[in-house]
């Protein structure tokens, strides 16, 4: 079904002609999902890197499987890097637990692609 939803988001007009500039896209780097409507409209969400503490971020950083990268203000990792509860979506906008880490298809784990 991915590789379906991969080939129809491909040749999707909407998606060819939108300009992906601003928005949000997923910084492991295995993933190329981006935040557009079709994307949300399937539920994927992106979550900003926890700037304010340190311990975190190392954690994050070393999943994101970048050498030598540092994440901007609005970088950030999509939810399919997520294990469910990791996530509350109780509320109007899915949001990570505190001490939640990105583990799924993340840097090392070479038998899944992610591309929701």
Partial sequence: MSCDLS???SSCNTCLTRSKRKWLRCSVISCSNCCGPVERGLGLTFHRFPLHDA????RW????GRSNWLPRLRSSVCSTHFTEDCLDRRGEKV????DAVPTL?????SVRRSRF
């Fill in 7 to 9: 080939t129809w988001i």
């Fill in 55 to 58: 311990a975190l971020l190392a």
């Fill in 61 to 64: 950083l070393k999943a994101v």
């Fill in 95 to 98: 949001v990570l637990r505190p």
């Fill in 105 to 109: 298809m993340v840097h090392g784990d």
